[in-house]
């Protein structure tokens, strides 16, 4: 029994070594190759200096050598973090710093679009590309040197940690969420049993590396012994070459964000035809509009259909197998019920287990749910706690945030959350970390973010700020600022510049008034849509 | 009828002040390859089409909308110069 990520990998490797692990970008890895180079990179990482429990950066845009450098560095005994490689240099490097990662997986381009405070704070690199400046002990092409045949021998058990994948925060700085082995496998073999994902599975992997959803299309690909097709960035942004591409490769597994596969059925003309090697469609990360839902399942009659529920914390902790029959009278998807080996429960602000159809905060408890946050030990605190119904020895459990109700069709359906987290695209993003980048801003006196819900993308994000000098700074140069601070997702689309925000009696900004301004209609993005969404705040 | 310099730095503007200096990126080549970096994202897309064809008069059809036919400022040019011909 696997208790390691990578022992899915050398189990596949034994049994399937010339079969197609992993493809992306033209190129493709078979399992015995990919099983020796990440042997070879482990053993390039332990001469770099990387030690058991010690934080590796990978950073460059998806490619054969993502998967080879995850098995790599688990196999060194270290730990993975994925790093948005379209993320601004300043993030990028509070990640660096945040979590101590000395020694960066990279390619040219990225290196460059380092800080120097950042590149100071390396000990190195190491280049996927040929390295060009002389630099070869630390490209790629110096795997060779190093056995291939085994990895360097590291005593490893399932609880020690696998990677580390950042979230937005709403201090203002992304929080690590540290993952164990133990926490993904958990999750990896509830999905190898409910999928029944096997050697003759084609998978695809739309989300981005930093993104859990990633962890099924990987790890499940290796655990089965199937083929795992990398989706870039630069392919999902065209529905029609995305379909085509779905068709070609024969995918039969199909996981992402609902919006990617609403984007599929505006703009790819998708027909049954298009998706009859799809078996399973699933999705997660943020609701799926019934309408669009009920079109999918009416296109992909092949297919099974499932949404996937869980924060990062906890891979995936409910599900619900959409039924065909209940489609057309379903008013809302639920999430379902939880995964083999977890529990979920609702609680109310008392503090009681809630009844049936009273709503309360899911809490989860279980060996997916993860350790909390790295070196944030208070956050970790409040969103990891002591399972108080369990009062014989100590649990943890964690709580999503996320405000649930059991209805009496023995499902959990989302009702909202319990602070200002919000979904656009599936990116979890924090507005309090999109304020405090504004407010970071010299010339800012307050600023408010608001998400303004959008069929298509869930959300989209505007924003309102007062300038300590009114007409010194303008919504343009304030999208730059936030440019270098933040992810491109979480840059807001508007930004309304006034003299003052609204405010309640109690002098606290009005959000409710704000938002009730913003309600206006916000175009849905489409061919039809070339107006700019209307300014909220008429000046 | 637009001539064809017209066009590109038609485009190149467009491209400029809708997606890239949001994004903190001031000045582009026509080379660049825009969806690499985020400069356009998968909403971006669409209302670079629309833009397109208001502003060319033309129809670009949702099979066209390639990496191909989208990837720079040069592609975006031959794309329209192309439609404007037919």
Redesign the interface.
């Known amino acids: 029994m696997a208790y390691l990520l990578q022992q899915l990998l050398s189990k596949s490797a034994r049994a399937y070594p010339e079969k197609m692990a992993v493809w992306a970008r033209g190129m493709s890895i078979a399992y015995r190759e990919l099983e020796e180079q990440s042997n070879q990179l482990a053993h390039l990482l332990r001469k770099r200096g990387v030690k058991k429990g010690d934080r590796v950066g990978l950073f460059f845009p998806k490619c054969v050598q993502s998967v080879v450098s995850m098995l790599g560095v688990l196999k060194a005994g270290g730990v993975y973090v994925p790093l948005d490689p379209q993320a601004p240099a300043d993030r990028v490097g509070y990640i660096i710093e945040n979590c101590g990662i000395r020694v960066l997986i990279t390619n040219h381009e990225k290196r460059q679009a380092l800080s120097s405070e950042t590149s100071s704070a390396l000990e190195c690199c190491i280049l996927i590309d040929e390295s060009g400046n002389g630099d070869a002990a630390n490209s790629w092409s110096a795997l060779s040197e190093f056995p291939a045949d085994h990895a360097p021998q590291v005593s490893l058990i399932e609880t020690d940690l696998a990677y580390i994948l950042y979230t937005s925060g709403s201090t203002g700085r992304p929080k690590g969420v540290m993952l164990s082995h133990q926490n993904a496998l958990t999750f990896v073999e509830w999905c190898a049993e409910e999928f029944k994902v096997n050697c003759n599975d084609q998978l695809s992997n739309h989300a981005p590396l930093h993104f859990d959803l990633s962890v099924f299309d990987i790890y499940n690909t290796l655990e089965a012994g199937a083929t795992v097709y990398l989706i870039t960035e630069e392919l999902a942004l065209f529905p029609t070459s995305l379909a085509n591409f779905i068709e070609s490769k024969g995918i039969t597994i199909w996981y992402s964000v609902p919006s990617a596969l609403m984007l599929l059925l505006l703009h790819a003309h998708l027909t049954p035809e298009k998706l009859k090697s799809v078996r399973t469609i699933l999705f997660a990360g943020e609701v799926f509009p019934m309408k669009y839902l009920r079109q999918l399942a009416d296109i992909s009659q092949n297919s099974e259909l499932y949404n996937l529920y869980g924060p990062t914390e906890t891979n995936v902790c409910t599900y619900y197998k959409i039924e065909r029959e209940r489609l057309s009278t379903l008013e809302k998807l639920p999430i379902g019920i939880a995964c083999a080996n977890t529990e979920a429960f609702a609680v109310t602000p008392d503090g009681r287990l809630a009844a049936q159809g009273e709503p309360g905060e899911l809490y989860v408890r279980g060996p997916s749910v993860t350790y909390g946050y790295w070196a944030d030990s208070d956050k970790t605190r409040t969103m990891v706690v002591p399972n108080q119904f369990q009062p014989h020895f100590e649990e943890k459990m964690y709580r999503t945030g996320d405000i649930v109700m059991l209805s009496d069709d023995g499902n959990y359906y989302f009702q909202g959350r319990r602070d200002s987290m919000i979904k656009s695209r599936g990116y979890r993003i924090e507005l309090g970390e999109i304020e405090s980048a504004l407010l970071s801003h010299p010339g800012v006196r307050e600023a408010a973010v608001l998400a303004v819900p959008d069929e298509v993308m869930g959300n989209r994000i505007r924003a309102v700020v007062a300038a300590h000098v009114p007409d010194s700074i303008t919504a343009l140069e304030l999208q730059q600022y936030c440019a270098s601070r933040v992810p491109k997702y979480m840059i807001p689309e508007l930004i309304d510049l006034c003299e003052e925000l609204p405010k309640t009696s109690t002098g606290k900004i009005d959000r409710v008034k704000l938002a009730q301004s913003a309600r206006g209609p916000l175009q849905i993005p489409g061919r039809a849509t070339t107006a700019r969404p209307q300014p909220f705040l008429q000046q | 009828m637009i001539e064809a310099a017209e066009v590109k730095d038609r485009i190149r503007e467009y491209v400029r002040e809708e997606f890239a ?4 990126i001031n000045e582009i080549t026509d080379q660049e ?1 825009l ?4 400069i ?4 971006g ?3 670079l ?3 397109l ?2 502003t060319f008069n033309v129809r670009i059809g ?2 066209e ?3 191909d036919n ?2 720079s400022v040069d592609a975006i040019e031959r794309l329209v110069i192309t439609k404007t011909k037919k």
């Open positions: 200096k949001s994004k903190g390859v969806t690499k970096n985020g356009i994202d998968s909403m897309i669409f209302r089409v629309a833009f064809e208001e949702d099979e909308i390639t990496h989208l990837e």
